[in-house]
């Protein structure tokens, strides 16, 4: 808990921490006179003293800008208002960018510390990046469903607990479309990166039919509203099933047996980065140790940095919310971009589904 206290202060000083980087780099501009780097990530997704030091360090200063959704940063992005030099963005996200040549190769060889990086998180990531040339790994993990066992009396083993109408106004789905889809394809029987038009559509009745149910469609705060018993269930990250777990005995949490999203998230180095020494030096320092274990400690989702994983107790190891086993990963899929017909269907039904 004094871990989880840490946490907390630093959540709340994050905003001061983060204002106080951006200022240093200006608003969107290069820093005369200084080498600078404009990183792109999702909101505290990076402990504000792992920058700091690397600029103490590095003598670069850093910008770092803030995505709620993987599809808020590609528009973000793709709006051209800011030429961001790094991002950090999930799987699909990461294949989309790129196909669409917006990322630079990297030297991978000359990361002196990718070698913390475990084999089998460059194997997940040639998912999306087939040689690992354009991506290096930051953390991963599963998607599942956290449960209040005080409230749910049966084992939940399967997506089908939130479908069957029996926790109607309980239950908390992503605010993700390709998250939300996910579960409904996996309990249906399918692949989460199917392209067969009718089975989204079946996803879709299925959704659709659920949806009375549903309380919200929510990201992080998911897991705080079953922390607070406002709701019975919700579709979470396993790192935030960790953190749940901390302020909550009484939940657990579930890949089910049908399997799920196994993800992750990595960083690449963006077409219109003009200082690739900068980046590499940024990407080295990520994978530091003792970086890696600030990061890790700061927001408890799975790390792909065996060195960090080396350093935790054999009780943190044994959780697997922290460090997923092979076998709880595997009927799990990593998420890939979906043909673009089939993405604007999904996107055009997923606005049917959230309308009012």
Same mark, same amino acid.
């Given at each position: ?56 360090? /590095? ?37 989309? #960018?790129?196909?669409?040549?917006? #990322? ?11 070698? *913390? ?13 087939? =040689? ?5 790994? #930051? ?88 922390? +607070?018993?406002? +709701? ?5 990250? /396993? ?12 939940? =657990? ?6 399997? /799920? ?20 030096? #940024? ?22 940095? =065996? ?35 089939? *993405? ?13």
């Amino acid at each position: 808990m004094k871990k989880m206290k840490k946490r907390i202060i630093r959540a709340l000083l994050s905003g001061v921490l983060a204002c106080s980087i951006l200022c240093a780099a200006g608003c969107g501009q290069k820093s005369e006179g200084k080498e600078s780097l404009t990183v792109f990530s999702y909101g505290e997704y990076m402990d504000p003293d792992v920058l700091e030091q690397f600029t103490e360090e /590095s003598g670069i200063e850093v910008k770092y800008e803030e995505a709620l959704t993987p599809e808020e940063m590609y528009a973000k992005y793709k709006s051209g208002a800011i030429e961001y030099d790094l991002l950090c963005s999930t799987d699909y996200m990461l294949q989309k #960018f790129i196909n669409e040549g917006e #990322f630079q190769k990297i030297d991978i060889d000359a990361l002196e510390n990718s070698k *913390n990086i475990g084999d089998r998180y460059w194997e997940l990531a040639k998912a999306f990046d087939p =040689e690992n040339e354009y991506t290096v790994p #930051f953390f991963w993990g599963t998607l599942g469903i956290l449960y209040d066992t005080s409230r749910v009396k049966e084992p939940v083993d399967s997506w089908e607990v939130l479908f069957n109408g029996e926790y109607a106004g309980e239950v908390i789905m992503q605010n993700s479309m390709r998250d939300t889809y996910m579960a409904a394809l996996k309990y249906l029987g399918y692949s989460l990166n199917t392209n067969d038009e009718n089975e989204i559509r079946k996803a879709q009745e299925l959704l659709v039919k659920q949806k009375p149910d549903v309380q919200a469609y929510l990201v992080d705060e998911a897991r705080d509203e079953v922390v +607070a018993g406002n +709701a019975v269930m919700a579709i979470v990250y /396993s790192g935030e099933a960790y953190l749940g777990r901390q302020y909550n005995e009484n939940l =657990e949490y579930v890949v089910p047996k049908e399997g /799920s999203n196994v993800w992750l998230d990595a960083w690449g180095v963006t077409k219109y980065c003009d200082n690739m020494e900068a980046a590499r030096k #940024f990407l080295d320092f990520l994978c530091r140790e003792d970086m890696a274990k600030k990061n890790f400690e700061y927001i408890y989702y799975s790390t792909p940095n =065996e060195a960090v994983i080396n350093s935790l107790s054999d009780e943190e190891r044994a959780d697997e919310t922290l460090v997923p086993p092979v076998d709880a990963t595997e009927n799990c899929e990593v998420c890939l971009q979906a043909e673009p017909e089939i *993405n604007d269907l999904m996107n055009e039904l997923w606005k049917e589904l959230k309308a009012d």
